[in-house]
C-alpha cells in the first residue's frame, strides 16, 4: 500500500513538474519572439487562423495559402 502511495504522489510531483516546464518554455519563447511593433497580426479571411507577418499590404495565410489583404482600421 505505501509503495503505492509514494508512486502516486511522484507520478503528481513529475506531472507537476511538466506543466512548469511547458509554462516556462511557452515564457521564454514569448520573450524571444521579435518586437511587433514591425510585424503586423493577421486574420485570415478564409479560415479565421490568426498569426504574424512582416508584410503590410498582403500575406499569404500559413494554413490555408489564401492572400490576404490588410483591413485598414
Ligand atoms: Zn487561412
Redesign the pocket.
Known amino acids: 500500500m505505501e509503495s503505492s502511495f509514494t508512486s502516486t504522489v511522484g507520478l503528481q510531483l513529475l506531472t507537476i513538474c511538466c506543466i512548469l516546464l511547458f509554462v516556462w518554455i511557452r515564457t521564454e519563447g514569448r520573450k524571444s519572439l521579435p518586437s511587433l511593433n514591425t510585424e503586423n497580426i493577421w486574420c485570415?479571411?478564409?479560415?479565421?487562423?490568426v498569426?504574424i507577418d512582416a508584410k503590410d499590404d498582403l500575406s499569404t495565410?500559413?494554413?490555408?495559402?489564401?492572400i490576404?489583404k490588410k483591413v485598414e482600421e
Open positions: 485570415c479571411s478564409i479560415c479565421t487562423y498569426y495565410c500559413p494554413r490555408c495559402s489564401s490576404n
